[in-house]
């Protein structure tokens, strides 16, 4: 009888252990899988695929295989609503939590991953943003949160920088009224304060606008010598059109959030002047061993290149947290941000070096200057 009930807790014993080693680490994945940024989140979740299968490949992490799990930021939400982006990214947010994942890469826009923190902050989950700039979100001093894409005043910077080497001492901002777009304005007034130059005109403008007409004349009436656009794409190809057809050459420099490959045909089209714009080094640009490599895998599975660097930014939030796991041997949330402050760095990440400061901002200079030839091509440029 005793011999039988050792047998028993034996065999319960080993059980449960190889119920445990099957028990899956989830990865979640908060990102637009509908709405006007679909096709992003869809790119995003297109990388973690390939990578969480590698991955598992490899034996998974801690001896447990990787599941990832994806929820959509924008489910429901209707057209220019920035109250009802928020409000659909928290619920989804906590739909995650529900699913006890041990770390989230998301959210995509700045203002959705503004209302998911303190959500993922409560839960002790280990969050990376791929594409969410506003300044704000490292300065809440949120131990668990990082993003592996540049801070908007980066951006700010480099266009300060641009217009002091180029000698335009004018520089008026024509900014989306949003949470995000108003940041990035007052960043880069500040910057280009410090360089010296002057802000002649500031104007901002709802989304969704079509008539650019009085606003343009304002602003030209200020005598610029360079207009610098924060907006989406969809409000940048009427006010980019209506520039063209006043007649006026005055040079557009757009925001990273600005350009989309929707933008290329009406330059080839000559509907719309060429332009420039600020973005993290494209796919195109990437020369590090892990994007070739991974290049080829993607290629081989869906037929074309990732066009979206901020697709490639959450591939590196995946690494990230899957190489804090392994170097602590932990799914701890908290234990996995002390480790990424002070003991991480990633030489050879999908875009480049990848290290944290102790606030979680990556660090380098991320930001490139580009420019939309009239054939459509993305020249790099040299400008600052």
Not at 192 to 211: C, H, N, V, Y
């Amino acid at each position: 009888m005793k011999k039988s009930f050792i047998f028993l807790v034996l065999s319960i014993t080993v059980m449960a252990g190889a119920a445990f080693a099957a028990e899956t680490v989830r990865i979640g994945l908060l990102a637009p899988m509908s709405g006007s940024t679909a096709h992003e989140g869809q790119d995003m979740q297109k990388v973690m695929i390939l990578l969480v299968e590698e991955a598992n490949r490899q034996g998974g992490i801690l001896g447990r295989p990787i599941e990832l799990i994806v929820e959509d930021e924008a489910l429901g939400v209707k057209v220019n609503d920035p109250s009802g982006e928020a409000n659909a990214a928290a619920a989804a947010a906590r739909r995650l939590v529900q699913q006890h994942p041990a770390a989230v890469i998301g959210a995509y826009e700045s203002v959705t991953t503004d209302a998911v923190q303190t959500i993922f902050q409560e839960a002790k989950i280990l969050q990376i943003t791929p594409s969410g700039k506003m300044n704000s979100l490292t300065e809440k001093g949120i131990r668990t949160f990082f993003r592996t894409c540049p801070r908007n005043d980066l951006q700010a910077q480099a266009l300060a920088a641009t217009a002091s080497k180029m000698d335009m001492r004018r520089v008026a901002i024509l900014h989306q009224r949003a949470l995000s777009a108003d940041a990035l304005a007052e960043e880069t007034v500040m910057a280009l304060q410090m360089q010296g130059l002057e802000i002649a005109a500031r104007e901002s403008f709802a989304m969704g606008k079509t008539d650019y007409g009085q606003t343009l004349e304002k602003i030209r009436a200020a005598s610029p010598d360079m207009i610098f656009f924060i907006g989406n794409y969809q409000d940048a190809i009427p006010f980019l059109r209506q520039k063209k057809v006043s007649g006026w050459k005055i040079p557009v420099f757009c925001s990273e959030r600005t350009f989309q490959a929707e933008l290329i045909t009406p330059v080839q089209k000559g509907e719309i002047d060429t332009f420039f714009f600020f973005s993290p080094l494209l796919p195109q640009g990437l020369t590090t061993n892990a994007a070739h490599v991974f290049f080829q895998t993607y290629a081989a599975r869906y037929g074309r290149q990732p066009d979206d660097i901020h697709a490639l930014t959450a591939g590196d939030a995946l690494n990230t947290i899957l190489a804090a796991m392994k170097k602590t041997r932990s799914l701890d949330g908290n234990i996995l941000a002390s480790y990424l402050r002070i003991g991480f760095q990633e030489p050879d990440g999908l875009t480049g070096p990848i290290i944290f400061d102790y606030k979680g901002d990556r660090i380098g200079e991320l930001f490139q200057l580009y420019r939309v030839d009239p054939d459509g091509a993305l020249t790099l440029q040299r400008y600052y």
